[in-house]
């Protein structure tokens, strides 16, 4: 089955200790980013990747880093979580990088930080 | 800089009502595409429809249809004879290729509730 897979779906953490998010696509989509979901705020990007070894950041990506070695996974790494991180993270990919494609979105990562 | 406002942050109806969901998107690009995706309850998202710029034609899938007006940048989104099942979150997104890539934006949601 086609499909995004996130790991955990669930987290509870505390501050400043490192965590990675994993995420995986089976669709060999080049195209492959990271959203944050706030109340009121709507989804935004934190980054994104054009392909392995090419990542850029999106609109919030202070905190937060990536990697793209593989063109099937595409981790997100908080090195020193704080609450204010606290939110649902999804990732997402797509075929190509234009911007027709339609983006396949994995089921989400809820994180709490105390 | 793109935007997308869904202005109504929460609507409630009952069902066999029909609802339609706003949406007013901001870009600079005469080449962009616009977006629906749904959000149930369980939290995955699902993409409903995809329109590109160039393309005002109406589109109609069941009880579903979009009505996309370049006039005045709104992409809104009817659900006709509503059901409990369509109790939802519902994003509209816009893309468009800004610089070396695309570039999803979405507005900030409008979370449907359907009751009996």
């Known amino acids: 089955e086609a499909q995004v897979t996130q790991n955990p779906r669930y987290l509870i953490t505390v501050t400043g200790k490192k965590l990675t998010v994993t995420c995986s696509q089976n669709m060999n989509h080049e195209y492959m980013s990271w959203y944050r979901q706030d109340p009121g705020l709507g989804l935004r990007q934190i980054y994104y990747?054009?392909?392995?070894?090419?990542?850029d950041k999106g609109d919030v990506p202070e905190g937060y880093k990536v990697s793209r070695k593989e063109k099937r996974n595409f981790p997100l790494i908080l090195e020193s979580p704080s609450p204010n991180q606290t939110s649902l993270y999804f990732c997402?990919?797509?075929?190509?990088?234009?911007?027709?494609?339609?983006?396949?979105f994995g089921p989400g990562t809820r994180l709490t930080v105390t | 800089a793109q935007k997308v406002t869904q202005a109504q942050t929460e609507i409630s109806v009952v069902e066999k009502e029909d609802v339609t969901l706003d949406c007013v998107y901001e870009?600079?690009?005469?080449?962009?595409?616009l977006f629906w995706y749904k959000q149930p309850p369980s939290g995955e998202l699902v993409f409903l429809i995809r329109?590109?710029?160039?393309?005002?034609q109406n589109e109609i899938s069941g009880r579903y249809s979009w009505n996309f007006q370049k006039s005045t940048s709104s992409f809104n989104f009817t659900i006709t004879a509503s059901q409990v099942v369509d109790s939802a979150v519902y994003f509209c997104a816009l893309s468009a290729h800004t610089g070396t890539a695309s570039k999803l934006t979405f507005g900030t949601g409008t979370r449907l509730q359907v009751t009996l």
């Open positions: 329109r590109n710029s160039f393309d005002e």
């Open positions: 870009t600079r690009d005469t080449t962009y595409y």
């Open positions: 997402a990919s797509s075929l190509g990088t234009g911007a027709s494609y339609e983006q396949y």
């Open positions: 990747s054009m392909n392995v070894e090419v990542t």
